[in-house]
């Protein structure tokens, strides 16, 4: 017989041992247990499904609504988020996920949520979304309980091992300096700035990624601006995601100058830096293949490695 019931102290451990017996391609430690899911100001233990049979944990599934606003007092309202499921490999294909699941939507939709997706959330998702190569059950679990696919980011990886600074983007820098532009670290007097860019300009996501990478303790040489005179147009980083040197990004120039090589001058200055520290190759986890930014990736060494599909659910 299984018994559903919610999140209670010490469930964690067994928690992260389930997750890295059925999500073996993306094992986890305690501590990013902890900190990605009970120290998010968002998490609520009843969103945290858990499935056990004779006393033993069988599944654990997370659901996720805003109770702390990105910025501003932008709750998201109406939204949800599922960040992570798993079931026991011998207890399969027995209704368990259903039966998480269920109990995940009921309790979201008692919040006033309309729609939920698989597994977009900021800050504190895992992976963007499904990867069908590695959990292709996961993904027709999801079809079946009534999601649909959105789109699917990529994630791209480059090694720096053979790695140099080109030629031709250093040319490059020098004809926009003529121009008035200017490449430099940021600098303490530059942070309000930046942040407010970063969320104006892209997401919250990214202005939060800043700020707590800089708290955490990454140096400001990890974080590179573009200035056109004295006014932010882009910028580059990199550790700034829990403290992982070798994830790039966040990473953007305003729309209004794009064009001009910025981007691609932003991205050789860090991943200079990275080389300068001995950091042996560089990735991140979300990006379009066919966007400008998937195709600067491309043209500058990177290639994808993983592939997501972000899925959706309207509760009706």
Excluded: C
Aim: aromatic residues 12%; without cysteine; hydrophobic residues 40%.
């Amino acid at each position: 017989m299984t018994v559903f019931r919610t999140f209670t102290s010490g469930d964690e451990r067994d928690i992260v041992s389930l997750w890295n017996e059925v999500l073996a391609f993306d094992p986890i430690t305690l501590k990013r247990f902890r900190n990605q899911v009970l120290l998010d100001a968002n998490f609520d233990p009843d969103g945290l499904i858990i499935a056990e049979q004779n006393g033993e944990m069988a599944g654990a599934l997370l659901a996720i609504r805003r109770r702390l606003p990105m910025s501003g007092i932008d709750l998201e309202k109406g939204t949800g988020w599922i960040t992570f499921f798993m079931v026991k490999p011998d207890a399969q294909r027995e209704g368990i996920g259903h039966g998480m699941m269920d109990q995940a939507l009921r309790f979201l939709k008692k919040q006033g949520v309309d729609k939920v997706f698989f597994s977009s959330y900021a800050p504190n998702y895992f992976l963007p979304g499904i990867d069908r190569a590695h959990y292709a059950s996961g993904y027709e679990f999801l079809m079946k309980e009534g999601f649909r696919r959105l789109y699917s980011p990529v994630a791209m990886h480059r090694s720096l091992a053979e790695y140099s600074y080109p030629e031709e983007v250093k040319g490059l820098k020098e004809i926009r300096e003529k121009e008035g532009y200017s490449f430099e670290k940021v600098g303490d007097g530059d942070l309000y700035g930046l942040i407010r860019f970063a969320n104006e300009a892209f997401n919250p996501d990214w202005g939060r990624a800043i700020r707590e990478g800089l708290l955490q303790g990454i140096d400001s040489s990890q974080i590179m601006i573009a200035k056109k005179k004295d006014e932010i147009v882009g910028f580059a980083m990199f550790g700034g995601y829990e403290m992982i040197r070798e994830r790039f990004g966040p990473f953007g120039v305003s729309e209004t100058e794009q064009g001009k090589g910025l981007g691609k001058i932003l991205l050789h200055e860090i991943l200079f830096s990275m080389k300068q520290l001995t950091i042996q190759g560089a990735w991140f986890l979300w990006t379009s293949e066919t966007s400008a930014a998937g195709h600067l990736y491309r043209k500058n060494g990177f290639t994808t490695y993983r592939t997501f599909e972000v899925m959706m659910k309207e509760l009706t």
